[in-house]
T-cell receptor, first 113, second 114 residues
Framework: DVKVTQSSRYLVKRTGEKVFLECVQD?????MFWYRQDPGLGLRLIYF???????EKGDIPEGYSVSREKKERFSLILESASTNQTSMYLC????????????FGQGTRLTVV | AQTVTQSQPEMSVQEAETVTLSCTYD???????LFWYKQPPSRQMILVIR??????QNATENRFSVNFQKAAKSFSLKISDSQLGDAAMYFC???????????FGQGTRLTINP
């Protein structure tokens, strides 16, 4: 059974804290993604990675950074959390092939207070 | 920039009835892929159905089918014989050929009335 696992389902952090969201996939996928999901806005791409140590900015990268030191793991970092980063964060992975299906983690609900 | 629009924030349907969810997209590309994803209350997003733009035949997966109108840039999802387990958020997504990332619509929350 294919799996994308996010380290936490719920997180509460204080303004200004450094926050790490971890994602691990067991499908040997080349691509990994971090999306943010907000009501009425759908999913918006923050960053994606197509290979180890490679990353590209998505549509809303400001305030975030990422790390991909190993193929199976993709971390999202909030350097200094702010209340407007309160949201649902979804990790996904996919193969580097045409018409490829993306597999999603269960999501992390982050609240910044 | 490519955009995907789902104009129905919420829809409801009676169990066993048929419902159609709308999706339009904007692109200058001629070759691309379209997807419908389902996000149940448990939050794990799963693929429902996919369509390749160069195929004229509409994709079908059991009770789920699409109406793909390339000239109109429209990609609607039809769910036949609706079941309680179909209740979820549904997202339309676009993927240009050769690109690795998906562009999502705003989502439609589907409620199934028993």
């Amino acid at each position: 059974d294919v799996k994308v696992t996010q380290s936490s389902r719920y997180l509460v952090k204080r303004t200004g804290e450094k926050v790490f969201l971890e994602c691990v996939q067991d499908m040997d996928h080349e691509n990994m993604f971090w999306y943010r999901q907000d009501p009425g806005l759908g999913l918006r791409l923050i960053y994606f990675s197509y290979d180890v140590k490679m990353k590209e900015k998505g549509d809303i990268p400001e305030g975030y950074s990422v790390s991909r030191e190993k193929k199976e793991r993709f971390s999202l970092i909030l350097e200094s959390a702010s209340t407007n980063q309160t949201s649902m964060y979804l990790c996904a992975s996919s193969r580097q092939s045409l018409n490829t299906e993306a597999f999603f983690g269960q999501g992390t609900r982050l609240t910044v207070v | 920039a490519q955009t995907v629009t789902q104009s129905q924030p919420e829809m409801s349907v009676q169990e066993a009835e048929t419902v159609t969810l709308s999706c339009t997209y904007d692109t200058s590309e001629s070759d691309y892929y379209l997807f419908w994803y389902k996000q149940p209350p448990s939050r794990q997003m799963i693929l429902v159905i996919r369509q390749e733009a160069y195929k004229q035949q509409n994709a079908t997966e059991n009770r789920f089918s699409v109406n793909f109108q390339k000239a109109a840039k429209s990609f609607s999802l039809k769910i036949s014989d609706s079941q309680l387990g179909d209740a979820a958020m549904y997202f339309c997504a676009y993927n240009p050929r050769g690109a690795q990332k998906l562009v999502f619509g705003q989502g439609t929350r589907l409620t199934i009335n028993p």
